[in-house]
C-alpha cells in the first residue's frame, strides 16, 4: 500500500471488479487504451493483477482510492513493455501507465497517483529509467508525461497494431532515475 496527500494506492482484489466493468471500462475511460475491454477480458485483466503482487518481479497495478470518502477512483501501476511491436530496446523495460474513472478526472489526481508509483519504482528496483507510452491524440497523457518530468524519445515511436490508427504512432517517453530523483 502507498500512501499520499489525498490518495491510497492498494493491490488490487477481486472486490474491484464490479467497479472496473462500471466504471473502468467505458467508452470515455478506454478512448486511447484500445477500446472497452469484454467482461471475461477485464476479469482475466484483474486475476492477472492480483497474482503479479504474489511475485517479487511482478507488475504492480495499484488501485487508487481517496482517501476523505475511501472511493475507488482508478488505477495506475508498473509494467514490463510486452508489445510485439515495441522496440527491441523497448521491450521488457519499466513502464507507468494509469487511467481514472471519468468522474475523477481534471483534479491532480492521476499525477498524484504517477509520482507516488514512480517513486515505487525508483525506490524498488534498480531500472535506470522508467518509460511511458501514448499518441499524440491522447493529450492529457502528453501532458501529463511532461508533468512528471519525461522526455519525449521520437527514436523509439512506433505503430501498434492493437491500437486504432488515429491513436499511432505510440510516443515513447523516458524519465531517468537521476531526473526522477531531482525532483522527489
Known amino acids: 500500500m502507498i500512501e499520499t496527500e489525498r490518495l491510497v494506492l492498494r493491490p488490487p482484489s477481486a472486490e474491484d471488479l464490479p467497479w472496473i466493468r462500471a466504471e473502468m471500462n467505458s467508452e470515455a475511460v478506454m478512448r486511447h487504451l484500445g ?3 469484454s467482461d471475461a477480458e477485464v476479469a482475466d485483466g484483474l486475476a492477472a493483477d492480483i497474482a503479479a ?3 517479487a518481479a511482478g507488475h504492480r497495478r495499484w488501485t487508487i482510492w481517496r482517501r476523505d470518502d475511501d472511493r475507488r477512483i482508478g488505477r495506475c501501476g508498473l509494467f514490463h513493455v510486452h508489445s510485439e511491436a515495441a522496440p527491441e530496446a ?3 523495460a519499466s513502464e507507468i501507465g494509469w487511467t481514472l474513472a471519468e468522474r475523477a478526472w481534471g483534479q491532480g489526481y492521476a499525477t498524484e497517483a504517477a ?3 514512480l517513486g515505487y519504482g525508483f525506490a524498488a528496483s534498480h531500472c535506470a529509467a522508467i518509460f511511458g507510452q501514448t499518441s ?3 493529450i492529457g497523457s502528453t501532458r501529463m508525461m511532461l508533468r512528471l518530468g519525461f522526455e519525449r524519445l521520437p ?3 512506433y505503430f501498434d497494431p492493437d491500437y ?3 491513436d499511432n504512432p505510440t510516443t515513447v517517453w523516458r524519465i531517468a532515475r537521476e531526473a526522477w530523483d531531482g525532483r522527489a
Open 115 to 117: 509520482r507516488a508509483a
Open 53 to 55: 503482487f504474489a511475485e
Open 136 to 138: 499524440d491524440s491522447n
Open 35 to 37: 477500446g472497452m475491454r
Open 164 to 166: 486504432p490508427v488515429e
Open 90 to 92: 523497448l521491450r521488457g
Open 155 to 157: 527514436a523509439l515511436d
